[in-house]
Nanobody, 128 residues
Framework: QVQLVESGGGLVQTGGSLRLSCVAS????????LGWFRQAPGKDREFVAA????????RYADSVKGRFTISRDSVKNTANLQMNSLKPEDTAVYYC?????????????????????WGQGTQVSVSS
């Protein structure tokens, strides 16, 4: 069974940084894409960033480009999301997910329906 466990959320001030981690277990992920999504109260789940497990290719939502960095350690089956210059609008529950995408592109990676497995989420709060 595949399990994803996120950690690293917390409360920071505007301009601060957080580093989220996602530990994957129970499978082999060489052909998978790992994505980070977030969901604020009353809003739809939205794409944040994605990385191909084997090649380390990345994609980002425009809203976080230049501020967030996604990375992975394929040996440890761990992915990270480094979040810098945080803004109040970044406040949300952040989820990691893995799935098999037909093409590694922003279009496919940004669709939640493409992902088979999801973590439990970790809360990120940014005060103004």
């Amino acid at each position: 069974q595949v399990q994803l466990v996120e950690s690293g959320g917390g409360l920071v001030q505007t301009g601060g940084s957080l580093r989220l981690s996602c530990v994957a277990s129970g499978g082999t992920f060489s052909r998978y894409t790992l994505g980070w999504f977030r969901q604020a109260p009353g809003k739809d789940r939205e794409f944040v960033a994605a990385i191909s497990w084997s090649g380390g290719n990345t994609r980002y939502a425009d809203s976080v480009k230049g501020r967030f960095t996604i990375s992975r350690d394929s040996v440890k089956n761990t992915a990270n999301l480094q979040m810098n210059s945080l803004k109040p609008e970044d406040t949300a529950v952040y989820y990691c997910a893995v799935g098999l995408l037909p093409i590694f592109s922003t279009m496919y990676a940004s669709e939640p329906k493409r992902y088979n497995y999801w973590g439990q989420g970790t809360q990120v709060s940014v005060s103004s």
